[in-house]
């Protein structure tokens, strides 16, 4: 929920309607809170990004817990996680002239405020931040920013325990619930509304993929590209694309025909027709398997090479980034945000900065849905499809049809070539 509050840029009062709603059913079963923080310690300990992303999320529940808990929560916390910050007595407050240095040195402090004084080492945020003031090797904090003493305390603490976690050999108990445990770090918890058939909104075909290129999160392109380029991909290109596409809108049929024709007849009906139609249903077990999420892709196998799955923002480097935004026209300039939060490793918001970078008037296009861009690479697909329709209308020009289904369109547009 904070993640997804993040990438779409909430505001405060947009935050607090939201979290308004879901804190108290958490609240109110305490027990249940506590159990799936430890069994997300076991699921989260694994890899140092999914380590860094829990502590992300677990660091913003506690601030707001505490922001918007009963006054006195932030010291009661205090008091456990951080026994040696004591109250600094008013008298030795006015008997010198300690506060009026504590108020030449804190931004924004009240003169009634209380004073905490800890080990500055405990407070280097703020100390960093020229937030509070030092004397003594102790930092003197008013009440106002305790959270942040409690939050950088409690994120130490779980950091460590994670990576402590992450190093236990994995027992025969814990070997049973390893299927289980990977897979929450990839389940998509919002609505999957991507399940569904998105045809009518993209009338996507055997002939008009290509030409929805410019529709396509990063991830996404660099499949079609690399399958223009190679007219093959590998086991999870296939399995990824071939589900996103499934989601944007392509029947079985056309699927069947597209991946045909740009396998160049490499045995594609023998080897791989079986893979489409059990992604459709038709085959196995004849579940309908959703795309994939963000959290699936980006958490998923890494790419080997020759391999053009993933998340590029994640698995690539920034060159790889930039030589694929370019070619798909994003220019320097438009690049600068998407490679800052790549390299904040904010994979997400690099993906909705490229949103933003192609779709600058998005605001103004504000019916059309973009709750869960950066969350799901249909969402992305479906947002960009929309806002080109409401500004274009039904775009025919990308309805190549043929009654042979083998339109004459160039599947390899020269500038979206892909290095090998
Ligand atoms: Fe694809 Fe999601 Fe990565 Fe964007 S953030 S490139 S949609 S996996």
């Given at each position: ?14 935050c607090?309607?939201h979290?308004d709603?879901?804190l108290?059913?958490?609240n ?6 506590w ?7 076991l ?7 999914l ?9 913003a ?9 009963a006054a ?12 040696e ?12 002239n300690?506060?009026?240095?504590i ?5 924004g402090?009240k003169?009634?405020?209380k ?10 945020d703020?100390?960093e931040?020229?937030?509070?003031f030092?004397?003594?090797g102790?930092?003197?904090v008013p009440?106002?920013r ?6 950088a ?7 460590r ?23 929450v770090?990839?389940?998509h ?10 045809s009518?909104?993209?009338?996507l ?32 290109g ?7 596409l499934?989601g ?12 045909e024709?740009?396998?160049a ?11 489409w139609r059990h ?14 999420s ?5 958490n ?5 090479a020759?391999?053009h799955h ?11 980034v ?16 998407i490679i ?18 192609t779709?600058?008037?998005i ?10 861009l950066?969350?799901h690479p249909n969402?992305w697909?479906h947002a ?10 039904d ?13 004459t369109?160039?599947d390899s ?8």
């Amino acid at each position: 929920m904070f993640e997804q509050l993040k990438l779409r840029n909430a505001d405060q009062k947009q935050c607090k309607e939201h979290l308004d709603r879901l804190l108290p059913r958490i609240n109110k079963d305490f027990k249940k809170d506590w159990i799936s923080h430890f069994v997300l310690r076991l699921a989260y300990c694994r890899t140092e990004d999914l380590r860094r992303w829990f502590l992300t999320q677990e660091v913003a529940l506690l601030k707001w817990r505490l922001g918007h808990a009963a006054a006195g929560s932030t010291t009661n916390a205090l008091s456990t996680v951080l026994p040696e910050a004591t109250l600094v007595p008013q008298r030795d407050l006015e008997g010198s002239n300690l506060m009026a240095d504590i108020l030449a040195s804190t931004p924004g402090i009240k003169m009634e405020s209380k004073i905490y004084q800890v080990p500055f080492i405990h407070a280097l945020d703020l100390v960093e931040h020229r937030q509070v003031f030092v004397r003594g090797g102790k930092a003197f904090v008013p009440e106002s920013r305790l959270v942040n003493l409690v939050t950088a305390r409690f994120r130490a603490s779980l950091s460590r325990q994670l990576v402590l976690l992450s190093a236990v050999p994995t027992t025969p108990g814990l070997q049973r619930t390893q299927g289980f445990l990977k897979n929450v770090t990839t389940v998509h918890t919002v609505n999957d509304q991507f399940q569904a058939d998105s045809s009518n909104v993209t009338n996507l075909n055997s002939n008009n993929v290509p030409a929805h290129l410019k529709h396509m999160p990063l991830c996404m392109a660099q499949l079609q590209m690399a399958l223009q380029k190679e007219k093959h991909l590998k086991h999870w290109g296939r399995l990824q694309y071939g589900l996103f596409l499934k989601g944007a809108g392509l029947s079985l049929e056309d699927a069947l025909i597209y991946f045909e024709r740009m396998f160049a007849g490499k045995g594609f009906s023998k080897e791989y027709a079986y893979n489409w139609r059990h992604m459709y249903g038709k085959e196995g077990k004849r579940a309908n398997y959703p795309p994939y999420s963000c959290a699936k892709v980006i958490n998923g196998n890494a790419p080997n090479a020759n391999e053009h799955h993933g998340c590029p923002y994640k698995h690539g480097t920034v060159q790889d980034v930039t030589n694929l935004l370019s070619r798909l026209g994003v220019t320097a300039q438009q690049q600068k945000g998407i490679i800052a939060q790549q390299q904040s490793h904010n994979y997400q918001l690099a993906c909705v900065e490229h949103f933003k970078a192609t779709h600058p008037n998005i605001e103004r296009d504000s019916q059309v849905q973009t709750d869960n861009l950066g969350n799901h690479p249909n969402a992305w697909f479906h947002a960009s499809v929309s806002i080109d329709k409401l500004n274009h209308g039904d775009d025919d020009k990308l309805n190549v049809n043929s009654p042979t289904g083998k339109g004459t369109l160039d599947d390899s547009p020269p500038s979206m070539e892909v290095s090998p």
